[in-house]
């Protein structure tokens, strides 16, 4: 499996749709291969099942390690709660973030779509992954849609957090983001407000509306939108941007679009179905590790086996 993803990732395709767990495909990948990795994981891990609440007491014969290397015993107390939760998808994710930051190029950037309760952890482990001075931006991605509640401020925005490889050599083309209109054009004058503004790091944007055409029926589906956006600014053209919980295959649409290639992967047979759905019209795309279902005949040869 190593050759082949190491030849194919760097290779001619143009796009790769992965149907494996996202860690044994990022393991077999070379160091420093990929421009632009945007991931959008779940809440919910396939480890979901063994989800646990516990409780810790210090015992020198415990089962964890703490602070300063005091040991802890481990008591489940039910089966589900807050704590677990948390420490259960940090697990998840330490050794994927680990591989994230391994295969991406010196130029190279993450973008991490995370939910507003989990960014905080997710910023402590970046950090401690990449480094504080490798944080670039965490960019607001605000929405208007849904039921309000009246007990909160109705929660209506994801996080994104932004870390990059090397903060003193990172790609970023301002230029090739799409600009947006101005909210008081009238105060910068018909030549500014003709050309539009940069966007900043709170983005507006609707969530991908329930039947437009975009719509896949894949849940939580995310607009190619912001998806173009992060790959006009974070990658050059002909990179290559990989996504590693990759659904609906939103980041390979986007790239396929804007001339990048990509690398799309989900350990979810009903993902990697819609994304050949999705993908049917492009040329050069190859499917590893399943077999799509009603592609033409001719791009179906490009199917291969997982090893
Ligand atoms: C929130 S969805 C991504 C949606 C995507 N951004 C889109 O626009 O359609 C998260 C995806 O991660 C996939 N996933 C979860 N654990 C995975 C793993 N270990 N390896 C690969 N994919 C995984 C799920 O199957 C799911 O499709």
């Known amino acids: ?86 420490d259960d998808y940090l697990d998840f994710l330490e050794p994927r973030l680990r591989e994230f930051q391994r295969v991406l190029k010196r130029t190279g950037s993450l973008y991490f779509h995370v939910d507003y309760r989990e960014v905080h952890y997710c910023k402590v482990l970046l950090d401690a992954i990449f480094g504080r001075d490798c944080f670039l931006n965490e960019v607001i991605w605000a929405y208007d849609y849904g039921a309000r509640t009246k007990s909160k401020w109705p929660p209506k925005h994801d996080n994104i957090l932004v870390f990059v490889k090397d903060p003193e050599e990172y790609y970023f083309d301002a230029e090739a983001v799409e600009r947006i209109p101005y909210m008081a054009p009238g105060l910068v004058g018909p030549e500014k407000a003709a050309r539009g503004k940069l966007p900043t790091d709170t983005w507006w944007h609707t969530i991908v509306p329930t039947n437009g055409a975009e719509r896949t029926g894949y849940p939580n589906q995310k607009p190619l939108g912001i998806l173009r956006r992060i790959i006009q600014a974070s990658s050059p053209p002909g990179g290559l941007v990989a996504d590693f919980f990759a659904g609906s295959g939103t980041a390979g649409a986007a790239s396929y679009e804007l001339g990048r290639r990509f690398l799309m992967v989900d350990n979810n047979p009903e993902a990697v179905e819609v994304m050949a759905r999705r993908f049917a019209a492009m040329v050069g795309v190859e499917y590893i590790g399943f077999e799509p279902r009603g592609l033409p005949t001719c791009q179906r040869q490009l199917f291969a086996p997982l090893p």
């Not at 779940?42 to 516990?54: A, D, E, H």
């Open 1 to 86: 499996m190593k050759d082949e993803f190491v030849t194919t990732a760097l290779g001619s395709a143009l796009g790769q749709v992965v149907l494996a767990d996202n860690l044994a495909v990022l393991r077999d990948l070379a160091d420093e291969s990929i421009d632009l990795i945007y991931v959008d994981p779940p809440f919910n891990t396939g480890r979901r099942q063994v989800l646990r609440r516990i409780r810790t007491v210090r015992d020198e014969e415990g089962d964890r390690t703490g602070f300063q290397g005091q040991r802890y015993r481990t008591i489940r107390v039910g089966e589900s709660g807050y704590l677990d939760i948390y």
